[in-house]
């Protein structure tokens, strides 16, 4: 047990920043959608039409949680439930693979077994580790309900939901770093049965028994396939049921039992299924910097691109739904005339759906950039320049690839937006070009400013990059339901994007966003001349 007391330690240690972040920030969002739910859908009237329209659309109920009342204790659990259980899942699976699986390929597992601890004191300390950051956020989360208002057992029951999503996926993170042998697949294996088991328990809903009264639905049996189904179906300030959560806390216990047992049966640094072999040699046209990035970054930019696509589709199709909401809600049409500045419904959407897309485009850019921080710190960028490329050549491909993930993957949105519009008014093609563009613009500032964060300070290009993420799309997508200041939305990118309006288009911040990328992709390039590598940071 001391060993396990010191692993836990040496673990708490590294992640004294980046858990407390993922933690507060899932509770501050709980708190300020309370607030956003108080202002914009203030009377139990606005509730009711709001429930009515998703209870009748099953395409929003994919991206929303199960409907169990026009309370303001029901109302803010179907809007943030399931997001809270995301950003649980999401920083158990990175946790689990962050100290287990890439323990192993920076080799520091294999010193660890040598020592008195043995092989399963690392699990077991990270099981600890798990644990402890999701009870954190259970409670955090809690005591921003409870700081609303809000009834103290949906308050707790919330907080709970979202920490026992994320103690199944703790399990599922820990189970794919014993099957798989590299961190990066654990990874992407772990966070595609996020997005499939999420979708799972939207369909699930979506296909439920709505009540008569259009404020209640009962969930399909598909969505006691999915954690997030579960977590739903607690019912937080309606029913309060506890079971679905025991459920979830049963089915984690089980995934890190698992998990466990695998770890003692199988070699240190080898993985249940075996890596797949390269080629004795590359191919000619792999010999180029931009060619090397492009290699080692196309899976993500591919599942990015898709998700751009479904984004499109989607921004076009549910242009006709949200007329609808806005024509029995105020408060909707509000927003959409603000968003379009007195311009159609249909225009509404397609901003609204393409904010979004800046934050997949941004995304897919910041991977990018991290991915080149992962080879530096593992060493095989050393390899590379070993070779006559220049650092300012090697960054450059990287940079030229994250360019080229922001126009895939907003390309595949305009593609998904014209098949949307098959039999409908194609003339709102020209406003999705627009808006498209603009929010490509928006997205080229996350990449060359995580670019500048790479050459300067290489350690903070990963958490910081991503954290600039998450402020853009808290301020970009939810600064107006928040209630906060325009300037203060406005400093997101995604925000001063181009935009259509009613007589034309708003070029916004259109200068800023392109002198931003200019300098910052220019300066990044330039400072590389004189940095060195630094594996170690």
Known sequence: MRAVRILLGQRLRRDRRQVPAWVVGTALLALLSYVGVSQTYGTESDRVALLATAVANPVIMLFRGLPSGAGEGPFVAFLILPFLAMLAAFMSTFLAVRHTRAEEEQGRAELISATPA??????????????????????????????????????????????????????????????LSTARAANALAVWLVLLTYLIGGIGNALGTPGADLQRIESSGLAWLSPFGWSENARPFADDDVRPVLLALLVGGLLVAASVVLATHR??????????????????????????????????????AAGGLVTGLLATRLSAALADAASDLPSVQAILDALTRDGSLAQGAIVIFFTMLGILAACAAVQVICRARQEEARGTAEAVLSTPTGRVGWLGGYLAVGFAAILL?????????????????????????????????????????????????????????????MLGMILGLFGALFGFPDAVVHLAPIADAPTVTGDGVDPQGLGWLLATTVVGGGGALGLMRRRELAPAG
């Open 118 to 179: 043995g092989r399963i004191a690392p699990t077991t300390a990270t099981i600890a580790h798990g644990v402890l950051a999701n009870v954190a956020l259970a409670v955090l989360s809690a005591l921003a309900l409870l700081a609303c208002g809000l009834p103290a057992a949906g308050s707790w029951l919330t907080g709970a939901a979202a920490a026992t999503v994320g103690l199944v996926f703790l399990g599922v993170g820990l189970v794919a770093a014993q099957v």
């Open 267 to 304: 070699d240190l640094g080898e993985g249940f299924v075996a890596a797949r072999a390269g080629r004795p040699s590359a191919r000619p046209a792999l010999s180029t910097p931009v060619a090397l990035a492009w290699r080692l970054t196309w899976p993500a930019i591919a599942g990015w």
């Open 409 to 469: 993957v907003v390309a595949a949105a305009v593609a998904g937006a014209a098949l949307g519009l098959i039999g409908g008014d194609m003339s709102l093609l020209g406003d999705v070009l627009v808006t498209g563009g603009g929010q490509a613009a928006a997205a080229s500032v996350f990449l060359v400013v995580t670019a500048l964060v790479f050459v300067l300070a290489p350690r903070l290009t990963i958490p910081l990059g991503w954290t600039l993420v």
